[in-house]
Structures are given as C-alpha cells and as structure tokens.
C-alpha cells in the first residue's frame, strides 16, 4: 500500500507529499485492525473517507 500511494502521489504531481504519507501509510497499518476508504460520487468521485478499526494491539500501546 505505502508504494502504491507514492506512485498515486508522484504520477499526480505531488512528489513532496510522498514520504509523509508513505510514514501516515506506516503508521495507520500498525494501529489498525482493518482499514480502508471509500470514495464517492461513482464514475467521477468528488470526495473519500478514510476508515480504519483500531486493533486491540494499539489500545495496549497507545505511544505508538
């Protein structure tokens, strides 16, 4: 997933963006149980939300 929001990054112009949301990416993997996101709108999506489950593992270790 962290390589595949690079390419999605650097192919639309955002190449700065790129090792913030490879570290978020990280990040939401190792707290979440499950995650994912949704867009919106079909054929032509205006918005996306971002979903994720926090795992029983993060509520052990909240400072990660």
């Not at 707290?31 to 926090?54: D, E, I, M, Q």
């Amino acid at each position: 997933m962290r390589d595949f929001v690079a390419t999605v990054l650097w192919a639309a112009g955002h190449p700065r963006l790129v090792d913030d949301a490879r570290l978020r990416v990280c990040l939401v993997n190792g707290l979440a149980a499950r995650w994912g996101a949704t867009a919106y709108g079909a054929r032509s999506p205006h918005s996306k939300t971002v979903w994720f489950t926090l795992s029983a593992a993060s509520a052990v270790h909240p400072s990660i």
